[in-house]
């Protein structure tokens, strides 16, 4: 775990922070759904997904793919405002108590620079605007595609994962512009985003 420098003073920095298994000590995407979908839903998910979840664990399932099955399965055809109030429940009632509280003194330490801070996630806005408008910090993440206020079990647009996280903050800012890039992340789906840094740390070690 890194420490916390002295504060310093000087022009703003950009700070981006993956969420999953960074800002949090473990992912968020599962949680939620089971949080969050018909129970119904979730017994008989239990008893289809084991295969895809061992393909996912040894390599032989991309994360996007199983994740993009799981959306279709888990909220297709539900109401969107539904799973938005299970949002912010969710982002009240457990994202609390799986937040590092080394992850957030970083974040006050670069908000107390001034940096311009950014959650760039591949997890779902519907609970990740809720903390990170409670916390101060900008977002960049992925989200669910609705139809009449009904969920089609889709993603608006692509997954914020790898080269998308680049594309995403190129979208919102020039890195280029600001003196200093720090990033942070913890799997392989974030490579190309710490790519993009001079600070780059992984799994809260600093990295070359």
């Known amino acids: 775990m890194i420490a916390v420098p002295p504060l310093l003073k000087t022009r703003m920095n ?27 839903r979730h017994v008989l998910g239990s008893a289809l997904f084991p295969p895809w979840v061992i393909g996912y664990r040894l390599g032989l399932v991309s994360g996007i793919r199983i994740r993009s ?8 055809g ?9 949002g912010r429940r969710f982002s009240e009632e457990v994202l609390p108590q ?44 992925s989200s669910l595609h609705a139809e009449n206020g ?19 903050v190129r979208e919102l800012c020039d890195p280029a512009s600001f003196p200093l890039v720090y990033a942070y992340g913890d799997t392989k789906e974030d490579l190309d985003m710490l790519s993009m840094a001079q600070r780059k740390f992984y799994r809260w070690q600093e990295v070359n």
Do not use: M, N
Request: hydrophobic residues 45%; contains cysteine.
């Open 69 to 76: 099955k799981l959306v279709a399965f888990g909220f297709r």
């Open 98 to 141: 799986i937040v590092r509280p080394s992850a957030l003194e970083r974040i006050q330490w670069h908000q107390a620079q001034g940096d311009k801070v950014v959650v760039v996630s591949g997890a779902l806005d519907i609970y990740l605007k809720p903390w990170c408008k409670r916390h101060g910090v900008e977002l960049l993440c």
């Open 150 to 168: 009904v969920l089609s079990g889709r993603y608006q647009g692509l997954q914020c994962v790898k080269e998308e996280k680049c594309r995403r």
């Open 14 to 40: 950009l700070a981006l922070f993956d969420f999953d298994g960074t800002i949090t000590h473990k992912e968020t995407f599962a949680p939620f759904l089971r949080f969050a979908i018909p129970r119904r």
């Open 78 to 86: 539900l109401r969107a405002e539904s799973i938005a109030h299970a």
